[in-house]
């Protein structure tokens, strides 16, 4: 494309500008398209708000038609490229290497020139970790001062943080005590800031292992259900659990005399810190039951069935490699697999995929999931199951084109501020405007029914992604609990001795440009109650509720046929993918043959009986052995002023035509 540059006031042929990219190119076809992305790119561009994402510096291609044409020789006054201010200089016909570093430009005509690709301003790591260690938590402060994207949500005050730790590092430095430094820095990353994106890692911390106060245990785990008592939900053989007969389901009343509600309430929990109060509180839960080894512990508890409570005391023994631990986890057992997702067709018809990490190899995980989709496709599964409960997070340009399998049309999902130091605030970025862009070909899509599995073990991306998902119709969020809460992007920087630490600064915003999951997570739409049931059901429960979403919502229409009574024959008239009912109330018990037949021999008939409930009480397909065009219950009793629905369908709902239908006393 060609574009006059010069500002003179003439209408010129113009000039064609290039920038040299690196890009990723693992999505489709071999064409660069919108849901891809560049990594680098030969210019700089400004970060100031007032002039963002202007270019500024680095090195263009331009291509000039003929020796007639302008290009600007440097930024002119007002620091900006292509504005009236620019001083113009005629360019050579044919193609030039612009070098926009230097006073005036330097315009490169050789045959051969180098133009690297560079990290622009603003991505290099900012680096404590030549200064000491109070001047480095100092300026680690200031920087979060700034930049910390959820200081008022949270009601942050820095200063006081400052003040408070500031003489703990001072005095670290004074004794040369790196280890000191290190551990008081962890306690600031797990307690000054309620956000689960805060993180901190060296040698010397990761070597550290399990505190004492969590190595041991009683071989028992708790939960609490919906209506706020705790259970056992976990008994470990040959524990002092179930040497003092501590059975499933049993209340857990007290620990050392306190109530559990009150025992776990000033508990940081076994990972902080966390962003969701719903996530610290099931760690919290987590951890009121771990102890040194060899503490005495008095538990108060009640067996299933027993009349009153029984309070014992317990010796904690070792048990931080046990199950238990693991069956306590919210964050789930390893997985064997070291894949990034992994999916099927289950027995019920219904796609399941499961997505485990946006962090692993783009084109792998790109790939799995279209093939996953294909699959799904030309099966005609009539819905899928998104298993989301494990996935840590990771990359949106993974996640972005994978999202764009499952919308018809563009969607804007939201977008990210960040504070701008030219203006002292936070403002939204439209560099990180999210909006999901369709696969190009329809049959690739996925646009039918979608239940998504999630747990507090959902993650940043992972909880951008299920949002997103939300913004669609036919879609539910199935979950015991909300996603974890980590709602912002993040910025790495380096301390003292080794010391990596991590914060956010991507104040996420949704589709109306609001704060939507940090500390507050995505909710389940289908929230799933934490009952006995629940607890200590066979299978996986929040598998089973999505099943029974989609099969309600895969379901054909119905059409409301009215009543009908013992004696009638009725006659009626179904479409591809359409069901009928009828509303049955007999006036005495009675014991009934119903008929439903297809006279022309056209289509599949299928006859059903539901109870007041919407229980299945008797199904038909098959009237007899080689008559595959008619329906027949036979001798199906039937209770006076009782309710049933008689439903006519066809097989797979894909017959139609005009149907009979019969129901009479049996002889």
């Known amino acids: 494309m060609l574009a006059d540059v010069d500002n003179d006031g003439e209408e010129d042929a113009g000039i064609s500008l290039y920038n040299m990219n ?8 071999p064409f660069i398209d919108d849901r891809e992305f560049i990594y680098y790119r030969s210019n700089n561009q400004s970060l100031d708000f007032a002039t963002l994402y202007q270019v500024n510096g680095g090195r263009v291609l331009v291509w000039a038609p003929d020796d007639q044409q302008g290009f600007p020789s440097g930024f002119g006054d007002d620091g900006e490229i292509f504005t009236e201010d620019d001083p113009i200089v005629r360019i050579p016909a044919g193609w030039t290497v612009v070098d926009l570093d230097s006073d005036p ?41 700034n930049e910390y994207a959820f200081t008022e949500l949270k009601g942050i005050d820095w200063e006081a943080l400052r003040a408070e730790y500031l003489p703990r590092f001072e005095e670290a430095e004074a004794n040369n005590d790196s280890e000191a430094y290190q551990l008081t820095l962890l306690e600031f990353f797990e ?39 705790f259970i056992a939900n976990y008994v470990g053989e040959d524990t002092p659990a179930s040497e003092e007969g501590i059975e499933l389901g049993a209340e857990v009343l007290e620990i050392n005399g306190t ?43 009640q067996n299933p069935g027993a009349s009153e ?34 999916y099927e067709i289950l027995d019920n018809g219904y796609g399941y995929i499961a997505i485990y990490s946006f962090s692993d190899d783009i084109l792998a995980s790109v790939l799995l999931w279209q093939r996953a989709l294909a699959l799904f496709n030309s099966s005609g599964v009539s819905g899928i199951i998104i298993d989301m409960r494990y996935n840590g997070g990771g990359s949106p340009d993974i996640s972005n084109p994978m999202l764009g399998y499952l919308f018809e049309e563009e969607v804007y999902a939201g977008t990210s501020g960040f504070y701008y130091p030219d203006i002292d605030a936070f403002e939204l970025n439209p560099l990180y405007d999210t909006t999901i862009v369709p696969a190009p070909d329809p049959a690739d899509r996925y646009l039918g029914p979608i239940a998504v599995l999630i747990s507090p073990a959902c993650f940043s991306n992972c909880e951008f992604f299920t949002y997103t998902l939300t913004l669609r119709d036919n879609v539910e969020v199935i979950g015991f609990y909300p996603t974890g809460g980590l709602g912002g992007g993040i910025q790495e920087f ?37 009952t006995e049931e629940t607890v200590f059901a066979e299978g996986d429960v929040l598998l089973d509720a999505a099943v029974a979403w989609l099969d309600e919502a895969s379901a054909p229409p119905l059409t409301d046929a009215g009543p009908i009574a013992i004696g009638d024959a009725v006659s009626g008239e179904l ?91 049996a002889p």
Request: hydrophobic share 40%; charged share 20%; glycine share 10%.
């Open 105 to 145: 430009f330097t315009f490169i005509r050789s045959n051969e020139a180098t133009v690297d690709v560079i990290e622009s301003a603003g991505e290099e790591l900012p680096d404590f970790s030549n200064l000491g260690y109070a001047d480095a938590f100092s300026g680690m402060i200031d920087m979060m001062e």
């Open 191 to 229: 307690t000054a800031v309620p956000d689960g994106h805060f993180g901190i890692g060296s040698q010397f911390l990761f070597s550290q292992g399990l505190p004492p106060g969590i190595m041991g245990g009683l071989g028992l785990a708790i939960v609490e259900l919906t209506d706020g008592r």
């Open 309 to 342: 409570p029984t309070t014992v005391t317990l010796t904690a023994i070792e048990e931080s490699a046990s199950r238990l631990f693991s069956r306590s986890n919210v964050y789930g057992e390893p997985r064997s697999s070291n894949l990034p997702l992994e």
């Open 494 to 530: 380096a301390m003292p001795d080794g010391v990596f630490a991590q914060y956010t600064v991507g104040r996420a915003v949704g589709a109306d440009n609001e704060i939507h999951i940090e500390g507050t997570g995505v909710p389940p739409t289908i929230a799933v109650p934490v």
């Open 575 to 665: 479409a591809v993918g359409e069901r009928a009912f009828y509303t049955l109330t007999p006036e005495s018990d009675a014991t009934i043959n119903i008929a439903l037949g297809d006279e022309t021999g056209t289509f599949d008939t299928v006859l059903r009986l539901y109870d007041a409930a919407g229980e299945v009480l008797a199904e038909n397909d098959d009237s007899s052995a080689g008559n595959t065009y008619n329906s027949l219950l036979e001798a199906v009793e039937v209770v006076a002023g009782e309710t049933y629905y008689v439903e006519v369908a066809t097989y797979d709902d894909s017959g139609e035509g005009a149907y009979n239908l019969t129901i009479e006393e």
């Open 22 to 29: 690196f890009s990723f190119n693992g999505i489709d076809d």
């Open 259 to 301: 109530p559990v509600a009150d025992a776990i309430a000033d508990l940081p929990g076994l990972n902080p810190p966390y962003s969701s109060d719903v996530l610290r509180r099931l760690e919290q839960i987590r951890e009121v039951m771990r102890f040194n080894i060899g503490d005495e512990v008095e538990l108060t508890y």
